[in-house]
């Protein structure tokens, strides 16, 4: 009879820990990771500026691939503590060594789609 009633305690225990730690989570930290790039900074980009003025603008790309010299990759990624992550690309395509176009999810506030009348 003891063990039984032990069991049962220790039944009833276990259970009421689960609504516990589901009402108790850990801290979980924002993290942020690459090129945090804004609307007004993308609007700044002018095309046939030169790489050193996209790298003022900008700051250095994340990803420069070598084997693409004239394709610059801005990613950034945000992760909150609590929610869903979110994630962000810009590529710049340079022809002889000046901006020639823009390609990505953030687009220049000029070059944003116009609602149909």
């Known amino acids: ?5 032990s069991s049962a305690l220790l039944i009833v225990a276990v259970s009421g820990c689960t609504a516990v730690t589901d009402f108790v989570k850990p801290y979980r930290i924002d993290v942020r990771q690459g090129n ?7 609007s700044q980009l002018k095309p046939g500026m ?20 004239d394709r610059w990759d801005y990613v950034y990624r945000f992760q909150p ?5 979110q994630e962000r690309r810009l590529t710049v395509i340079f022809e ?3 901006l020639a176009r823009l390609d990505g999810d ?12």
């Open 36 to 42: 945090y790039i804004t609307q007004d900074m993308v």
């Open 1 to 5: 009879m003891r063990k039984l009633l």
């Open 96 to 98: 002889d060594g000046r």
């Open 81 to 85: 503590g609590k929610g869903a992550s």
């Open 50 to 69: 030169s790489r050193e003025q996209v790298r003022f603008v900008l700051g250095t790309p994340l990803v420069s691939d070598i084997f693409h010299a």
């Open 106 to 117: 953030v687009r220049p506030a000029d070059a944003a789609p116009q609602p149909a009348p």
